[in-house]
Each structure stands twice: as C-alpha cells, then as structure tokens.
C-alpha cells in the first residue's frame, strides 16, 4: 500500500456508514490484509480524522481487522476527543450565553459549529482546535471587551488591538477554558470579500430553539472550502486536500446540494467546484455533487501525490504563479524575509545543521 492508496482507504473508510460501494472495497483490503497500518495512522493524523475514521469502522463492525495495540491507541486517543469536545461544547453554549447577554449575537463556524449542530453521529469525530464564530464588524471590538472582562486574555505582547483587514481579532485564552477563541468580522481573505461577507450569508442564519446561531448549510459548505483553499494561500493553486473538510462536505452534502451550494459565486465558483470534485473522487461518493472534470482530477493527482519531482514541481510553478499573482508574490517576499523560514531550508538541503 503505497501513499495514494492509503490516503483513498482512509478517506472511503469516512463513508462506509451510507456507502455500499466503498464498504465493500474496503472490506476487501481488509479480508485480503492488503492495509498498511502504518501509512493509515500517518494519513489519519495528518488529516485530523482519526477519530472518525475509528468511529466509522466501529459503527460497521470492522474493528477485529486492526492490530490489537492500535484499536487500543485508536480508542485512546477517539475518548480523549471525545471528552475535549464535550469542553469545548460547554464553553461554546457559556460563551453564547455571555455575548447574548451584553446584545451581541455569535454565528458559530466551522468545527464548533458542527458539534453544536450534531452533524456527527460521535461528537468525537471531529477534532477542533479553536472555537471560531463571526459578529457583525461593528461588535467585533465590543465582543473582544467582553470576553477579556470576563476573563480571556491575548497571548503576548499586550498591545492595542484594533480592527484590522485580517480576518478575526486576535486570539483569546481563558486558565479555566479548553479551547481559544477567534472573533471573527470578516470569513475570507480581502480581494474575495465581495462575494462572500457577513452581509451576503446573514440573509439565511440558521437560529435553534436554544439560541444558537449558524450558517446556512449551503454557506456551511462554501466556508469549509473557503478555509481550506482560499485563504490557505498555496492550496487554490496546488489542488491540495483536507481529509477533515472532505468529510464535513460529505456529512454535510446530506442536508443540501453541494454544487448548488457555490453555483451563484462568480470568481470564487471554480476554485470551490474543484474542490468539491476531489473531495468527490477521493472520498468516492457522488452524494458531493460537482461539475467533475479530467484535468481538475489530473491536477490534482499530479500535484498532491508524492513522486520522485513532485516537492521540485510544486516549488517551480509557485514561482510561476508569483510573477502573475501579487498576494501570492507578497506572502512568498514575507515568508522569505523571515530568518527562522530561511534557516529551515538551509537545513533541508544540508547546507546547515540543526
């Protein structure tokens, strides 16, 4: 099982619940211990699913296949998720409570939101690491006030902290608290705002009975992608994917239509279509629906995939895509005038020792 392979097992083992086709063909690899079981917990991790990945092979009775001493470690490490995102939902509902209270309303994003929805079947399927939610720009500074008179604080310098183009204020921690927070006023990186922005999805929130506010599922879809390609700068170029998005797409893609989700988007429609057509190849389910083509897969294939050039290939079209691109230009300027950056490649090409 070389790394393609193992990524796709581990990304088919996420749809095995509702995918007969994939069950199968992975019950074949497993019957015929063809698994790598090695390549599986590097890919798992890399990707943050493996407690989903242990929990779907458990809900479908598939556990006895694995080594005994990684079901321990897969059990291990699912419970510990298990009981940091039971904090992290506490702290999200006392976090809801206190900007209520003081007339400001968070829309919760990404993981947390997720949990907060029930979208997984286990809450320990999803690993979080920040609790993320957005408020209109003019309580973004009003929000912030309040979560430090009540007890979160910046790491760091403790300089003023002002409204700036990036995306969310800095981020808080609380001594008594699981999770760091990120206030969010804006949801994508500057020369994307126009088509997707506080206003454009505050048409549609999603309010529960407790007072819980999300996105729409359709803008739930959109922003999963948007955090993992748009405003990960290299990602819309390199055709990169993100195992822990792929399968909040696919969850997701049982609530509404994915290619519906982005068909109004103009500059943003192909990058997002794109990715909802990997996410579709590689997790092999057409629940995902998009417009899926040769060289999108082609694309991606060649770039992800670790050959003999691929880190040479990835390197010189940057380059490339640097003398068209001014933002990509400007973050490749900036990551290079950082000493400790152009430490870590003299070292990788052995011109430095550690």
């Known amino acids: 099982m070389n790394h393609k392979n193992a990524l796709l097992f581990v990304a088919r083992c996420l749809t095995i619940t509702t995918n007969e086709k994939n069950k199968n063909w992975v019950e074949n690899l497993l019957k015929s211990n063809l698994v790598c079981w090695d390549k599986v917990v590097i890919q798992s991790t890399t990707h943050y699913v493996l407690p989903a990945l242990y929990n779907n092979l458990k809900k479908n009775n598939l556990l006895h296949f694995l080594p005994k001493e990684l079901d321990v470690f897969m059990t291990h490490l699912t419970n510990i998720n298990r009981i940091r995102n039971l904090e992290i939902l506490k702290q999200a509902k006392e976090l809801n409570r206190l900007l209520l209270k003081n007339g400001i309303t968070p829309i919760f994003l990404k993981g947390t939101a997720f949990i907060l929805q029930k979208l997984y079947d286990d809450i320990s399927e999803r690993m979080i690491s920040d609790i993320d939610f957005i408020v209109p720009k003019k309580d973004a500074l009003k929000a912030y006030i309040v979560l430090v008179n009540n007890g979160y604080y910046k790491r760091g310098k403790h300089s003023k902290v002002i409204l700036s183009d990036f995306r969310h204020l800095p981020r808080l921690i609380k001594k008594s608290s699981i999770a760091a927070v990120e206030i969010h006023h804006e949801l994508i990186i500057k020369n994307h705002r ?17 007072n819980l506010n999300f996105l729409s599922y359709k803008n739930q879809i959109s922003l999963t992608i948007i955090a993992t390609q748009i405003n990960n700068d290299e990602s819309i170029y390199l055709k990169k994917i993100e195992l822990r998005s792929a399968y909040d797409i696919y969850l997701l893609s049982k609530k509404t239509d994915t290619l519906a989700a982005i068909t109004h988007f103009k500059k943003l429609y192909r990058p997002l279509n794109d990715y909802l057509a990997i996410s579709q190849y590689v997790l092999n389910d057409e629940t995902i629906s998009a417009k899926s083509t040769a060289k999108n897969i082609r694309s991606f294939n060649k770039y992800y995939f670790e050959t ?3 880190n040479i290939r990835k390197k010189i079209l940057l380059l490339k895509l640097c003398f068209i691109d001014a933002k990509l230009r400007k973050t490749l300027l900036k990551r290079i005038a950082r000493k400790s950056w152009r430490t870590q490649k003299l070292i990788e090409l052995g011109l430095k020792r550690k």
Not at 196 to 202: D, G, K, L, T
């Open 308 to 310: 003999k050039n691929t």
């Open 194 to 210: 126009k088509e997707f922005n506080y206003n454009s999805v505050s048409k549609d929130f999603i309010t529960t009975l407790n």
